[in-house]
């Protein structure tokens, strides 16, 4: 069976409806809504809706929010979803559960855009940072704390599963929506926080794909002489 996974700050808007949808698929045991730092009351509506709901007192970060969910988690396959997109259906969750479930993948990703999709299969470090994610528990455990920081860990994740025998895949997903960072939070705090997650992103894309590839060059050659 497969625990799911909803991180979420100030998301009563759409968490109720996420829910609803996740809670009635057959191979999902439990709902877990990690609110982290909410004031608008996700959950509570996250409870009325069903979930297993834990609660960060204060703002953590979505990595932090992530990790007490798996930690909570009574199956070793999590699926993690965004609690801010709308549109899931049972279909839709069973392409992206059923590559793991199945033994074949470490991890399995859902890509909204096929701008991405088509990117990374370009350039083999661009991100891919959706937040619909299959992945083993045993994968996350193994990640290490310093990269526990707010919107690195879906490119840690990459980065990890990727080192794994069987390697992560993704494929195109439709029908669901995203309701940006500009309309949940104005124009101006929405653009600061998109241009965050990007320099986030950016930072720890170099450190693993750029830095971390001279270094195994390095050692490649070293052990080659």
């Not at 930072?203 to 590839?213: D, H, K, M, P, R």
Request: net charge positive.
């Amino acid at each position: 069976m497969v625990s799911a996974i909803i991180p979420a700050l100030n998301e009563a808007s759409t968490i109720g409806e996420v829910i609803s949808v996740v809670l009635g698929h057959p191979d999902i045991s439990e709902v877990i809504v990690v609110d982290d730092g909410s004031t608008d009351g996700t959950a509570d509506i996250a409870r009325k809706a069903g979930a297993i709901v834990i609660v960060n007192n204060t703002n953590l970060g979505k990595a932090m929010a992530m990790d007490r969910g798996v930690r909570a988690a009574r199956s070793e396959i999590i699926l993690f979803l965004d609690a801010d997109v709308l549109g899931y259906t049972h279909e839709a969750l069973s392409y992206i559960i059923d590559p793991v479930k199945r033994g074949e993948y470490e991890m399995f990703v859902g890509i909204r855009s096929r701008k991405t999709l088509w990117l990374n299969r370009i350039l083999h470090f661009f991100p891919i940072i959706s937040g619909e994610r299959v992945i083993t528990k045993d994968l996350w455990l193994s990640l290490p704390a310093d990269y526990m920081r707010g919107f690195m860990i879906e490119t840690v994740l990459n980065y990890a599963a990727k080192k794994t025998p069987k390697g992560m895949g993704f494929r195109l997903t439709t029908g669901t929506r995203h309701i940006i960072k500009e309309k949940k939070y104005g124009i101006l705090k929405g653009l600061v926080a998109r241009l965050r997650m990007i320099w986030q992103v950016s930072v720890v894309s170099f450190q693993l794909y750029i830095i971390g590839g001279i270094a195994e060059a390095f050692q490649g050659l070293r052990r080659k002489s």
